[in-house]
């Protein structure tokens, strides 16, 4: 089974605080994990299939293209943040671990990042009740998440 992005680096860029100069490759695992970790668990495994599958074939139909639109990219977004954030200083390379440093900034404390994951953990919990109560109302629309 192919996998798609629910929500795409450039879209992530734009709705949330990475800077588009920011490599889309370094944000990709993330977005990934996040629908794997999070948005699978949320959905279900039966409808995430297809949303996955309507997206690799080019065929997601309303009203699942309004579901992925309004309710699954937002909490995609925020829940790859949460988990982008801790590794976003970061670079493995062959020569090791290192962190990225400015000249004309400064690294923030863990604490600072730990306040940032857990302000991006509370609006992706947001969008994920929002999402819970929108499914709740509409379970006649989306028969794989009852499955």
């Known amino acids: 089974m192919a996998k798609a992005l629910f929500?795409?680096?450039?879209?992530?860029?734009?709705?949330?605080?990475?800077?588009?100069?920011?490599?889309?490759?370094?944000?990709?695992?993330?977005?990934e994990t996040a629908q794997d970790?999070?948005?699978?668990?949320y959905l279900g495994t039966k409808l995430y299939n297809k949303i996955n599958d309507g997206?690799?074939?080019?065929?997601?139909?309303?009203?699942y293209t309004t579901l992925l639109s309004k309710y699954i990219k937002p909490m995609v977004i925020h829940w790859a943040m949460v988990e982008f954030l801790p590794y976003a200083a970061y670079k493995v390379s062959n020569k090791g671990?290192?962190?990225?440093?400015?000249?004309?900034?400064?690294?923030?404390?863990?604490?600072e990042i730990d306040f940032l994951i857990e302000k991006e953990r509370d609006v992706a919990q947001s969008y994920t009740n929002r999402f819970i109560d929108y499914m709740s109302f509409n379970q006649t629309l989306f028969p794989e998440y009852y499955l």
């Not at 997206?55 to 997601?60: F, P, Q």
């Open 37 to 41: 970790m999070h948005i699978q668990n």
């Open 97 to 111: 671990v290192f962190k990225h440093n400015s000249e004309n900034s400064s690294t923030v404390e863990k604490s």
């Open 55 to 63: 997206i690799v074939a080019g065929n997601l139909a309303s009203p």
């Open 7 to 31: 929500a795409s680096t450039t879209y992530v860029k734009k709705k949330s605080i990475i800077s588009g100069s920011v490599d889309p490759d370094k944000m990709l695992q993330f977005i």
